[in-house]
Nanobody
Framework: QVQLVESGGGLVQAGDSLRLTCAASGPVFKVRAVGWFRQAPGKEREFAASISWNGAMTSYVDDVKGRFTISRDNAKNTVYLQMNSLKPEDTAVYYC???????????????????WGQGTQVTVSS
């Protein structure tokens, strides 16, 4: 139903920026909330940012507020994560996910999402 493909990861230095892209297939993508999650080595997957189905609401984990911006273009079935002022602790595999239901807000619970991409690696060197 919904397939997600992330891109845009890479190796950068602290203070640099990256923009991650989540490209989706399937007509129902545009009515689902989308989240970005990240998983560092040896740690559990954690919420980073999310956006409501219509883009009106966003949510961020505290340590990325003011540095990361999530946005979406439903005409292109795409969600973006602009990451500025990157820190070494941002190093992780970043996953895009679409919610289980439809017309969701800026939800942040991992269990609310059941469509996942394969992930893209972000490495920030000090």
């Amino acid at each position: 139903q919904v397939q997600l493909v992330e891109s845009g990861g890479g190796l950068v230095q602290a203070g640099d920026s990256l923009r991650l892209t989540c490209a989706a297939s399937g007509p129902v993508f545009k009515v689902r909330a989308v989240g970005w999650f990240r998983q560092a080595p040896g740690k559990e997957r954690e919420f980073a940012a999310s956006i409501s189905w219509n883009g009106a609401m966003t949510s961020y984990v505290d340590d990325v507020k003011g540095r990361f911006t999530i946005s979406r273009d439903n005409a292109k079935n795409t969600v973006y994560l602009q990451m500025n002022s990157l820190k070494p602790e941002d190093t992780a595999v970043y996953y895009c996910a679409a919610q289980r239901g439809t017309f969701g807000g800026a939800i942040n619970s991992l269990n609310e999402f059941n469509y996942w991409g394969q992930g893209t690696q972000v490495t920030v060197s000090s």
